[in-house]
């Protein structure tokens, strides 16, 4: 069987069809959002713990760390956040078959 460059979503001009970019745009949107999900949900009890320990000690350490990491938890959580929206989209659009025929028993978690 011979290899075909066509088959590999590179088109005659060399370029890449619609359907590697929609390949390649959901994939990186993926990588993304499973980088920032997890590390805001490991944040969230970390930030809470460390208000908590300023609640309690009034140390300013505390509170320092409980801004600085507070920050990194509201920039992850948007960040999250914008690439879960689009990747909805991309559900809608590059999967819409897929969608349809699915869409009852995975509509509910990804709403």
């Known amino acids: 069987m011979e290899f075909s460059l066509l ?5 005659a001009a060399g370029g890449l069809d619609t359907v590697a ?28 713990l460390m208000q908590t320990f300023w609640a309690v000690t009034k140390k300013p350490h505390w509170y320092r760390a409980t801004r600085f990491f507070g920050v990194v ?11 879960g929206i689009v990747q909805e989209y991309q559900f809608g659009m590059n999967w819409s078959e897929y969608s ?11 709403a």
């Open 73 to 83: 938890l509201l920039v992850n959580f948007a960040m999250g956040v914008a690439t």
């Open 21 to 48: 970019l929609s390949r390649w745009q959901f994939g990186i949107t993926t990588v993304y959002h499973f980088i920032f999900v997890p590390l805001t949900i490991g944040l969230a009890p970390l930030v809470a």
């Open 7 to 11: 088959a590999a979503g590179v088109d």
């Open 100 to 110: 349809r025929m699915v869409g009852d028993v995975f509509g509910g978690p990804l």
